[in-house]
């Protein structure tokens, strides 16, 4: 798919989680739209690559090292932006983990609270940090990624605590959408299927064998399941939309991009 290189000049990103997947994709394609991005992830070391990758090619980008459970780092990214360049205008809350995926009466309390604190409370802590700069330039396009799991499929067994995560990011970006728009903030949601990042290995697995089998309906691959169209581009390619001028009237809603993988999903975002 061609893009106008040039969509986004003068637009400044917030990427978080961008150091590796789906976030990786989405500051790259940014920033070759024109927009200068500040990358945020907690691996430094992979961060430090994907920024000198993007650099190369030409685009502006800045590091941001910081972990979205922290307020402290998400306030200094934002500050980080406005000093390198003023503005802050779109703002991608991609950060998430898989958890531990077990048999809820196995699942620790403190387990079920990392998943939440990083999906779930790491969304609100970047929507919070990011809008008093937004609010200042007088408009923005907030993107959330959420997931098909919890909000179109709940049969992959042993991931209440992803699930519920993913779903609450769901309602809070419509919330976040309604709170927002007399501030011309546009707030919506991306919720992908399954897609090739390494998400899926730093899952930790634990005895889910005897819950409640998969459910695959209709059997087969998804319906447009190409490994072309399963490529983090895609979604990257849906953030740019959005985060676009053409989106201008799109706020509140939540976008699945799964290939229309209505009732399983066999892989992790």
């Known amino acids: 798919m061609q893009l106008p290189i040039d969509s986004l000049v003068g637009k400044c990103a917030l990427v978080t989680g961008a150091a590796s997947g789906l976030g990786t994709a989405i500051g790259r394609l940014l920033a070759a739209c024109g927009a200068k991005v500040g990358l945020f992830d907690r691996d430094e070391e992979a961060l430090q690559r994907v920024w000198a990758e993007i650099e190369k090619d030409g685009g502006a980008v800045i590091r941001l090292p910081g972990d979205v459970t922290s307020a402290d780092d998400l306030a200094a990214a934002v500050e980080s932006i406005k000093a390198n360049w003023g503005c802050l205008d779109i703002v991608v809350a991609n950060a998430g983990i898989n958890g531990v995926w077990a048999p809820i009466d196995e699942l620790t309390p403190e387990e079920w609270d990392q998943t939440l604190d990083v999906n779930l409370k790491g969304t609100f802590q970047t929507v919070r940090a990011s809008i008093p700069t937004l609010k200042a330039a007088g408009a923005g396009s907030v993107i959330l990624i959420s997931s098909l799991v919890g909000n179109r499929v709940f049969n992959m067994a042993g991931a209440s605590a992803y699930a519920a995560s993913k779903a609450g990011i769901v309602a809070f970006g419509k919330a ?44 087969g691959t998804v319906p447009l399941n190409t490994d072309e169209r399963r490529n983090p581009e895609k979604v990257a390619q849906l953030v740019w939309f959005l985060a676009s001028d053409m989106a201008n009237y799109i706020t509140g809603t939540e976008v699945y991009i799964d290939g229309a993988n209505l009732s399983s999903w066999a892989e992790v975002k």
């Open 176 to 219: 976040s959408a309604l709170e927002l728009a007399k501030d011309n903030i546009r707030v919506n949601v991306i919720c992908p299927g399954a897609f090739k990042t390494n998400i899926q290995g730093r899952t930790i697995c634990r005895n889910r064998e005897n819950l409640t089998p998969r459910v695959t309906y209709p059997e």
